[in-house]
């Protein structure tokens, strides 16, 4: 198991005494039911965790779908400007530079459609729907259809209600570091799915992103790539400059390592809201990224400093220096938007071994003291068609994305530790200092929260991850004093490959000893319930 926090998660904050204000979210709230803009990029800096930022720009959407663009299927209340290839055309949603961008009813499928209509030369329009129908992914746009029709080509695929990231950073700013993570792990994975196939996409930008209502990230227009091998032969430079690797504006063909840094360049713009250069011309662009971007992270948030150096690491002049592939890529993004920050391991002799044979003796899967008090823990695996429980003694695999269910009919301070095949144990919950008391009745979803997108990411593979969790009527003081002083120590720079795979700083051995001591029983006894889960790995 990979084990990393994130500042501030969770909702949990709610349920404490210096409750954050509710000020952000009701302004938020009010400028949305006003149709005034909403300050993004200063919500971005307030108490507001990710999922309800999210929320709210899902809340925004929604109100501007009932406002403005009525609702899906309601096409025939939309006058046909004209029909083409039997597909009629009601309104421009946009223009590039290959042809124009319509929304119109397809008859026969009976739904509504985007159809692209390009201008000059047919067959660089079918090349592209060709490219798209050999992609199926869910973040990818999907192709419907492609024909030439009244001597014009023209491509038609599912119609995205939403906005271009482009649109979406104009309009409300830049991102959190969360949701820029989040974005880019969703591009990542399209870009799996495209390299994979053997493409290049060419051009990967703002523009050529959607952010579909709820959420869904879609990569389109597919216009400018190609097939790998046959660009590595070609020496024409295409794409949208501001874009483009320094290997290519070096002469170099475009590439999937060059598909890679543009994600970069994009990542840059949503979190920060600008480009990481500015420059008129290919030779302006190349000299100014010899010298990296300046990325200042907020001191003390894990999430944003993880994410700038990727970024610092992604816009590397050298390829060599940069993330090697797509796959590599989303998974470094994968970890830190499902976990967060890493916490120190502790030394096997002192870690759950000891702590796990505390609770074997009361009983495996529960200790329950108070007959009034109820608590169920459930481990979940996230899958394609949503959770799916894990019995105790069940398989887990590497990449697996695991949460804990959690609903206690009283307030308690929750611990989840892990220890896995490597005998390294790490405390996965609590994330931050906010996120303990977790409120009483909720059914709730650790580590963020059902709408976080966060879950425990499992990263070996081969043995065994144990898992012990404990639910406290008051917080195990041995334990927070511990996790205090893992925070305090952890401002040490890391590179990315180390977030990953190496082990940050070992506590001292009085931070050890006074973990174990918590575990073992440093609480009045009644107050405390424990549960420990074995999942075996496969492969
Ligand atoms: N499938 C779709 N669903 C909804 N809107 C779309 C869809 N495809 C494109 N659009 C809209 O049409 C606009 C133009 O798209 P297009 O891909 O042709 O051009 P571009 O990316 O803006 O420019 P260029 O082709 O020069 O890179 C997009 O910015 C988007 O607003």
């Known amino acids: 198991m990979n084990a990393n926090q994130r500042a501030g998660a969770g909702r949990t904050s709610s349920a404490v005494s210096d409750e954050p204000t509710t000020e952000p979210l009701s302004n938020a709230l009010s400028a949305i039911a006003d149709q005034a803009p909403v300050a993004w990029d200063l919500l971005a800096q307030t108490s507001l965790q990710p999922g309800e930022l999210e929320g709210l720009r899902l809340i925004e959407d929604v109100a501007r779908a009932f406002r403005g663009q009525g609702m899906p299927g309601e096409t025939e209340t939309r006058p046909v400007a004209f029909t083409w290839n039997g597909l009629q055309v009601t309104e421009r949603l946009g223009a590039g530079s290959y042809g124009d961008v319509w929304r119109a009813f397809d008859p026969w499928l009976e739904r509504e459609v985007a159809l692209k209509l390009f201008r000059g030369h047919a067959s660089a329009g079918l090349d592209e729907a060709r490219r798209l129908a050999r992609l199926r992914h869910h973040n990818v746009l999907s192709v419907l259809g492609c024909a030439i029709a009244d001597d014009r080509a023209g491509l038609w695929s599912e119609l995205i209600e939403g906005n271009t990231l482009a649109d979406l950073i104009t309009r409300g700013g830049p991102l959190s570091a969360a949701e820029t993570m989040r974005v880019g792990r969703d591009l990542a994975q399209a870009l799996v799915a495209v390299h994979g196939a053997g493409l290049v996409h060419g051009d990967i930008k703002a523009s050529n992103v959607m952010r579909e209502r709820g959420g869904r990230i879609v990569l389109m227009d597919f216009g400018a790539g190609g097939e790998a091998r046959l660009l590595a032969a070609q020496r024409v430079r295409s794409g949208t400059l501001a874009y483009l690797a320094p290997e290519v504006l070096d002469g170099a063909p475009a590439s999937q390592q060059s598909d890679l840094f543009a994600l970069i360049v994009l990542l840059h713009l949503l979190y920060r809201g600008h480009l990481p250069w500015s420059a008129d011309s290919a030779l302006e662009l190349r000299r100014a990224q010899n010298v990296p971007p300046q990325l200042l992270p907020k001191q003390g948030d894990p999430i944003e400093q993880h994410l700038c150096r990727m970024i610092a690491q992604g816009l590397s002049v050298d390829p060599r220096k940069r993330v090697g592939d797509a796959q590599s890529l989303a998974r470094c993004l994968q970890i830190q938007t499902n976990m967060a920050t890493p916490v120190a391991p502790i ?37 394609e068609s949503g959770p799916v429980s894990l019995e105790p003694d069940a398989s887990v695999r590497a990449g697996d994305r695991l ?122 006894p009644e107050s405390v319930q424990k549960w420990q889960f074995r999942f075996t790995h496969t492969r």
Do not use: C
């Not at 759950?352 to 169920?376: E, H, K, N, Q």
């Open 347 to 383: 030394r096997r002799h002192l870690g759950l071994a000891i702590a796990a044979s505390a609770v074997l003796a009361l009983g495996i899967f529960g200790w329950m003291l108070r007959p009034d008090w109820r608590t169920d823990v459930k481990f979940v695996r996230l899958g």
């Open 403 to 524: 949460r804990l269910q959690f609903e206690s009919n009283r307030q308690v301070y929750a611990y989840v530790l892990n220890e896995d095949d490597q005998g390294i144990a790490t405390v996965l919950f609590p994330l931050s200092d906010r996120d303990n008391p977790l409120p009483a009745a909720k059914a709730l979803e650790l580590p963020g929260g059902v709408d976080s997108g966060l879950a425990w990411e499992v990263g070996a593979s081969g043995g065994q991850e144990e898992f012990l969790i404990v639910a406290s009527a008051e917080p195990l003081t041995n334990l927070e004093q511990a996790l205090a002083d893992w925070r305090r120590a952890r401002g040490v720079q890391r590179s990315v490959d180390q977030i990953v795979t190496v082990a940050p700083p070992e506590l001292s051995g009085a931070q050890l000893n006074a973990l174990v001591r918590s575990l073992e029983g440093d609480v009045r």
